[in-house]
């Protein structure tokens, strides 16, 4: 299984970036996806999450209204499209997979993405 990110980079405040998640290995469209990020020193967060079918999307409070994600099951990827970038989206961006199976929880993730938002 694999999760490769891309589209991470250096933008300015209030700038834009769309991230991809490209999976391979998976049933991609039985797994929820989620991004995650973590900034230098601080603990991993959950950024949002959309169900396997794209029914639902659900979303951290200091995002919510500027990023949006969304996927493609037929190409087996996920994005996020991060508007009105602020200095404190500064962080490591993850892909991550999962699927629920009985009792037991499946979870992928990618190696990550870098996000600076500075000037």
């Known amino acids: 299984v694999q999760l490769v990110e891309s589209g991470g980079g250096l933008v300015q405040p209030g700038g834009s970036l769309r991230l991809s998640c490209a999976a391979s290995?998976?049933?991609?469209?039985?797994?929820?996806m989620s991004w995650y990020r973590q900034a230098s020193g601080k603990e991993r967060e959950l950024v949002a999450v959309i169900t396997s079918a794209g029914g639902s999307t659900n979303y951290a409070d200091a995002v919510k209204g500027r990023f949006t994600i969304y996927r493609d099951n037929a190409k087996k990827m996920v994005y996020l499209q991060m508007n009105s970038l602020k200095p404190e989206d500064t962080a490591v961006y993850y892909c991550?997979?999962?699927?629920?199976?009985?009792?037991?929880?499946?979870?992928?993730w990618g190696q990550g993405t870098q996000v600076t938002v500075s000037s």
């Open positions: 991550n997979g999962l699927r629920r199976i009985g009792v037991s929880t499946v979870r992928y």
């Open positions: 290995g998976l049933t991609f469209s039985t797994y929820d």
